[in-house]
């Protein structure tokens, strides 16, 4: 079966300082890959996804960037972090191919930007 | 551009008990796919039902089962014999059967709140 694994689970970082978080899926290839982020009582936002190795689409202007080194590794990352950068990232995965395929989720990070 | 309103902030049931939560949306496409996520305070967001817009068989997974009415843009949620493991946020989702562009797109409603009183 499929996992996704998503780390690290909760992150503080001083403003200015970089980031990284990453998230590998198990079970399956080539799939889609996306970052989300979501902000107190709100549903997610799409930030980036992939369709594949060094494919990366953003969604949204901001001060992060996501990269794809591996078929089912995604990275997200910032030289800089904001204040504003602070909240809930979720990995996510799809299997490739048809549209609507269900989108799978991680256990997600929780970033404190101080 | 497609929206996804869920116009309960807070629900509460009692344990047993059987709860609706609603969902409508508002799109111009004829197929498309809904569903309703879980999540609980491990913040991890948990696939609860699916539903393609092509079937008029409203989906069932368990206890949980939906009432999809497409003419009137809606899509609620039942839960049956409500355990205290209910209790999470709940978030419908509208994902478009366009592929290409925003490949990822699931646009969210707001979620709705469920506690689940022993």
């Known amino acids: 079966s499929q996992t996704i694994h998503q780390w690290p689970a909760t992150l503080v970082q001083p403003v200015g300082s970089p980031l990284s978080l990453e998230c590998t899926v198990e079970g399956t290839s080539n799939p889609n890959l996306y970052w989300y982020r979501q902000a107190a009582g709100r549903g997610l936002q799409l930030l980036f996804y992939s369709v594949g190795i060094g494919q990366i689409s953003s969604e949204v202007p901001q001060n992060l960037s996501a990269s794809r080194p591996q078929d089912r590794q995604f990275i997200l990352s910032s030289k800089k972090l904001l204040l504003s950068d602070s909240g809930f990232y979720l990995c996510?995965?799809?299997?490739?191919?048809?549209?609507?395929?269900?989108?799978?989720f991680g256990e997600g990070s929780w970033l404190t930007v101080v | 551009a497609q929206t996804v309103t869920q116009s309960q902030p807070e629900m509460s049931v009692q344990e047993a008990e059987t709860v609706t939560l609603s969902c409508t949306y508002d799109t111009s496409e004829s197929d498309y796919y809904l569903f309703w996520y879980k999540q609980p305070p491990s913040r991890q967001m948990i696939l609860v039902i699916r539903q393609e817009a092509y079937k008029q068989q409203n989906a069932t997974e368990n206890r949980f089962s939906v009432n999809f009415q497409k003419a009137a843009k809606s899509f609620s949620l039942k839960i049956s014999d409500s355990q205290l493991g209910d209790a999470a946020m709940y978030f419908c989702a509208y994902r478009s059967s366009h592929y290409g562009g925003s490949q990822g797109n699931l646009i969210f409603g707001k979620g709705t709140k469920l506690s689940v009183k022993p």
């Open positions: 996510a995965w799809s299997p490739a191919g048809t549209a609507g395929n269900t989108i799978y």
